[in-house]
């Protein structure tokens, strides 16, 4: 079975399937704010919809990071590796790319099991 969330006729927010979640691209909400707080700010949307799936950021599998500009890497990760509980930390790939509109620095996605959710 398919679980979708939050679905529009474009996508879903978040869809789940044999107990794994899938998110959608998350993107800071204050287009003025610097990388570390668009980091956050996404990151802060993530917990949202990992919750409303019945999961939370300990189950993260992975994540997928687009910087609109690669030299603000240790700025991403300033806010990231607070996020992260120890010990917990996804598989990660982090790129330089151009994002859909030009005030969002970072974008973020990932998934994560979910752990009452049959398999």
């Known amino acids: 079975m398919i679980e979708r969330h939050r679905t529009t006729q474009r996508m879903s ?11 959608s691209g998350q993107v800071g909400s204050d287009p003025e704010a610097g990388v570390t707080d668009q980091t956050a700010q996404a990151l802060s949307k993530i917990d949202d919809l990992l919750a409303m799936v019945g999961s939370d950021r300990r189950n993260l599998l992975g994540a997928n990071i687009w910087l609109s500009d690669i ?49």
């Open 71 to 119: 030299s603000t890497f240790d700025q991403m990760n300033t806010a990231w590796d607070d996020w992260v509980p120890e010990g917990a930390a996804p598989v990660r790939a982090t790129v330089e790319s151009r994002l859909a509109h030009a005030h969002w620095k970072v974008e973020i996605m990932v998934w994560a099991a979910v752990p009452d959710a049959p398999a």
């Open 13 to 23: 927010q978040a869809t789940v399937h044999r107990g794994v979640a899938y998110f």
